[in-house]
């Protein structure tokens, strides 16, 4: 498993103890290191470009306005990639309440926002990503998570809550139908 | 699944290009709107300072309103007859002792 932990970063520390200390300039440093991940994390969730941008940008103003609650000397990535993770989960469980929105989640994800992702993916990552998408909402959380953005389950567990061994088994039940539906190109029996 | 699983291992090698990757453009949009947001905010020691003083500031507030309305109703309430009042007042007093009433005149 390739652990995604960023490089210790000196600068980090500094921009952090200072934007504590009230220079919101500073945090700039921070929004651009971590942005890119953070919207990939949220578009994997929602797929869908826009709403992983508004989250970001949420997710990024949240950890500001709780910056004093912030352990100094940690490194920053893990809490920003928790709070956006919990910022997209809760508008999963939001458009789950509304009939539209279980409309919408019954047709394939690709198909909705597939124009985001036609520019990057290969017809092979495609179709992981078609195969992700028919799991179960959680069990497809956590691979996203796993598969594609490289968390490992301790990290995954912090991101979501959740307990490790809640993860490990969500992921095995995701593993077995990816396996299934992944047969012609990964063989079908099980290794 | 074992501790080492080759097939999640391939998959996520093959999944790698499934990462969202944000244009330029994306990136100054979305940090600029950030940059917005976060100076509409107070900073860092001002916003700790806030969130102490609110409550303070509200329960004050509160103190300041129940004493005065506390006052104001003392002063509206009205005051008993002093014993000077009704020696000095025209009209007899009535007193009643263990059911006997005798009555009090200049």
Known sequence: ???????????????????????????DYLVSKYMKRVVSIAWGLLRNAHDAEDLAQEAFVKAF????RF??????????????TNLAL???KHRRRFRHEEISDAIPAARRDRADLSAQANELARRIDEAIESLPEMQRAVARLHLVEQF?????????????????????HGRAKLKQKLADLYGGSDD | MTERDDFLERL???????????????????????????????????????????PAAA????????????IRWIQQSPEPASVDALLTSNSSVEVTIDGDTYTLAE
């Open chain 1, 152 to 172: 490992d389950h301790s990290e995954i567990a912090a991101m979501t809550g959740l307990t490790e061994g809640t993860i490990r088994s969500h992921l095995s």
């Open chain 1, 90 to 92: 809760d508008v999963l």
């Open chain 2, 59 to 70: 329960s004050f507030v509160a103190l300041v309103l129940a004493t005065t309305l506390g």
């Open chain 1, 65 to 68: 306005q709780s910056i004093d």
């Open chain 1, 1 to 27: 498993v390739v652990s995604h932990r960023e490089d210790d970063d000196p600068m980090e520390a500094k921009v952090i103890a200072a934007v504590k200390g009230g220079d919101t300039a500073s945090y």
């Open chain 1, 71 to 84: 352990r100094g000397g940690e490194p920053f990535g893990p809490w920003i990639y928790r709070i956006v």
């Open chain 2, 12 to 54: 996520q090698r093959d999944a790698r290009p499934l990462r969202y990757e944000l244009d330029d453009v994306a990136v100054t949009r979305i940090r600029a709107r950030v940059a917005a947001r976060v100076q509409e905010e107070p900073s860092g020691v001002a916003a700790m300072l806030a969130r102490w003083l609110r």
